[in-house]
Structures are given as structure tokens and as C-alpha cells.
């Protein structure tokens, strides 16, 4: 199973932008596809981007046209640049990655990673 660490999270004004990282031990593609997810306090987690290595990628709502998935295959490393960031936005987040993109859509994982914090101040 590939091992994801998030990475790049910040405090950033209304406005702003941040790149997430999450890099993989192993090759990111044998799990053939990756999600960004996430949570705040009392709510449940949510998907935020999904992409699959056949292609596909799947943005929820709220962050389409201001988020972009994108894999770095070389460095087994999946980003999420994130622009115009709202304080809505602020979250911990998380990725994950599993054989199923249907998986990775649904968000149903035995296990997390510690997540990245993002702060975005009005």
C-alpha cells in the first residue's frame, strides 16, 4: 500500500494562494487514483479533488475553477494548487489514493494520514 504525507499547508490572507503536496513512498500510480479531502471541526470530511490515472478528475462545487489536482509523476508526489482561497476554505487537509477511483470519490479509507492545515484569514 502506498504511504501519502500532506505537506504545504499555511496561513494565507482572503485571496491568496497555496500549493498542497503529497508525496508517496511508492509509485502513485499503482494505486491508479489520488483525492484531496477536508475536514473542520464537527463536520464530516469531504472530498475536495480526485483524480485518476486513466484521467478523470472530479472537483467538488465549491472549489471549481479555484483548485487544480495534478500528479507529478517523477516525483510520486500528487498537488493541490488552490487560488482565490476564501476562508471557507479553511480546513485540515488530506490525501488519500486507492486502486478505485469510485474508492476514492466515496472517500471510504481504514486509515488517514496526520493532514495539512490550511488557514485562510479574512
Known amino acids: 500500500q502506498v504511504q501519502l504525507v500532506e505537506s504545504g499547508g499555511g496561513l494565507v490572507q482572503t485571496g491568496g494562494s497555496l500549493r498542497l503536496s503529497c508525496a508517496a513512498s511508492?509509485?502513485?500510480?499503482?494505486?491508479?487514483?489520488v483525492g484531496w479531502y477536508r475536514q473542520t471541526p464537527g463536520k464530516q470530511r469531504e472530498l475536495v479533488a480526485a483524480?485518476?490515472?486513466?484521467?478523470?478528475?472530479r472537483y467538488a462545487d465549491s472549489v471549481k475553477g479555484r483548485f487544480t489536482i495534478f500528479v507529478d509523476s517523477g516525483k510520486n508526489t500528487v498537488y493541490l494548487q488552490m487560488n482565490s482561497l476564501k476562508p471557507e476554505d479553511t480546513a485540515v487537509y488530506y490525501c488519500n489514493a486507492a486502486r478505485l477511483f469510485s474508492t476514492v470519490l466515496a472517500g471510504r479509507f481504514a486509515s488517514w494520514g496526520q493532514g495539512t492545515q490550511v488557514t485562510v484569514s479574512s
Open positions: 483524480f485518476a490515472s486513466f484521467g478523470s478528475t
Open positions: 511508492g509509485s502513485i500510480f499503482s494505486s491508479n487514483a
